[in-house]
């Protein structure tokens, strides 16, 4: 005899998605605060909901790191996020990043947010697209100093907090932020595409002199 399948009921379903998302908002409230970490205590009472609820979804401070990454890529980037396929794709990828973000009031508070738990969410949802964009840098092939230069560079123009700046203290219209960021972008690989080739080419041999 076979065992009977669990019946999965859509409305219980439904009811725990909202109750997870609830306790998230709550703990993205304790994000955005310069001098916050998350308590599961105050994000229970902030949701509605009791302690042990909140452990059940987020039972210890990894899975809360990861699941408060992956809420605020939803919110960052509502259409995903394509990583660079390659140096030449690193222009495109800047330009997305950038234009999503800034459609999201949430991202200036974060941007200058360096206490609490944020600087921890932060690398957790962006390894993937760091790790792109080193390997996207360093396929290149160029003298390794200039790599390691362009690989600081980039990393140091992949976030909120260079974009919004551009903003907020030189007064660079939004709308035009990511394609500046992107168009420096391209010049930062095309000046490292142009040492690889000038590293690349044969030494030539330098001709006895006749008279020695």
Do not use: C
Not at 52 to 60: A, E, K, L, Q, S
Request: no cysteine; aromatic share 6%.
């Amino acid at each position: 005899m076979s065992e009977a399948r669990a019946y999965i009921s859509p409305k219980r379903e439904a009811k725990a998605a909202a109750t997870r998302e609830a306790i998230l908002e709550a703990f993205v409230e304790q994000v955005a605060d310069t001098n916050g970490d998350l308590s599961p205590s105050k994000a229970a009472i902030r949701a509605g909901v009791s302690v042990r609820t909140v452990h059940t979804h987020f039972p210890n401070r990894e899975s809360q790191i990861v699941a408060l990454g992956e809420w605020f890529d939803r919110k960052f980037h509502p259409d995903g996020v394509t990583l660079a396929e390659d140096a030449d794709d690193l222009p495109r990828y800047f330009r997305d990043i950038h234009a999503n973000a800034l459609t999201t009031p949430l991202t200036r508070t974060l941007a200058t947010t360096t206490g609490g738990i944020w600087p921890e969410v932060r690398q957790a949802r962006r390894r993937a697209r760091l790790g792109a964009i080193r390997r996207a840098v360093e396929g290149i092939a160029a003298p390794a100093r200039a790599t390691e230069d362009a690989i600081a560079m980039l990393l140091g123009l992949s976030g909120a907090d260079t974009s919004w700046p551009l903003h907020d203290q030189y007064g660079l219209p939004l709308e035009r932020i990511p394609n500046v960021i992107a168009n420096t972008v391209r010049l930062i690989i095309e000046d490292l595409q142009s040492q690889a080739a000038k590293d690349s080419k044969p030494h030539r041999k330098r001709r006895p002199n006749a008279a020695s």
